[in-house]
T-cell receptor, first 113, second 113 residues
Framework: GENVEQHPSTLSVQEGDSAVIKCTYS??????FPWYKQELGKRPQLIID?????GEKKDQRIAVTLNKTAKHFSLHITETQPEDSAVYFC????????????FGTGTQLKVEL | GAVVSQHPSWVICKSGTSVKIECRSL??????MFWYRQFPKQSLMLMAT?????????EQGVEKDKFLINHASLTLSTLTVTSAHPEDSSFYIC?????????FGQGTRLTVV
């Protein structure tokens, strides 16, 4: 089955700096890669996703890049703000968003003033 | 957007008793329901996948007789934790899906005392 690794496990940045979280996956058949933000005690919130036919996607301060050859994808957050502090999870799926997701181990992002 | 309602949001039960968690898709028909468990500071681990009208498919290591899943309609799935023990204390969260996308419920914090 699919295995998703995520790094780093914790990340501390100064407000205004950029944050990058990286994930690798094992199943070459995976074609859908979402990123979730989870605040303590709440449901994960989809913040951006990318499909395997695209190399990069951007939504305001958030961007995701995908390297299918190397089987890794990354989340980039620019101009970080304190409200970006949360746990971020990457995930991978075969055949799309309505299907089984395998999650990474999570990254605790802390944006310091 | 699609709404998935999960109840209860938290529950405390005595060891040895059973607890039922409901997950409802309020404005769409969920052909597939995913149930996850999340221990503190850990990732979301898929427990089982169910399709409406069919038996659930459990992930390796998940006891199907302990975690009973029912998906009797396209808008309702239930997870029953039978004979709960303190080690079952966790955050349980459903994810209701159609073909191309799926949505998380709010999650249920289960504490077994």
């Amino acid at each position: 089955g699919e295995n998703v690794e995520q790094h780093p496990s914790t990340l501390s940045v100064q407000e205004g700096d950029s944050a990058v979280i990286k994930c690798t996956y094992s199943d070459s058949a995976s074609n859908y890669f979402p990123w979730y933000k989870q605040e303590l005690g709440k449901r994960p919130q989809l913040i951006i996703d990318i499909r395997s036919n695209v190399g990069e996607k951007k939504d305001q301060r958030i961007a995701v890049t995908l390297n299918k050859t190397a089987k890794h994808f990354s989340l980039h957050i620019t101009e970080t703000q304190p409200e970006d502090s949360a746990v971020y999870f990457c995930a991978a799926s075969n055949t799309g968003g309505g299907n089984k997701l395998t999650f990474g181990t999570g990254t605790q992002l802390k944006v310091e003033l | 957007g699609a709404v998935v309602s999960q109840h209860p949001s938290w529950v405390i039960c005595k060891s040895g008793t059973s607890v039922k968690i409901e997950c409802r898709s309020l404005d769409f028909q969920a052909t597939t329901m995913f149930w996850y468990r999340q221990f503190p500071k850990q990732s979301l681990m898929l427990m089982a996948t169910s399709n409406e009208g069919s038996k659930a498919t459990y992930e390796q290591g998940v006891e199907k007789d302990k975690f009973l899943i029912n998906h009797a309609s396209l808008t309702l799935s239930t997870l029953t934790v039978t004979s709960a023990h303190p080690e079952d204390s966790s955050f349980y969260i459903c994810r209701a899906g159609q073909v191309d996308e799926a949505f998380f419920g709010q999650g249920t914090r289960l504490t077994v005392v």
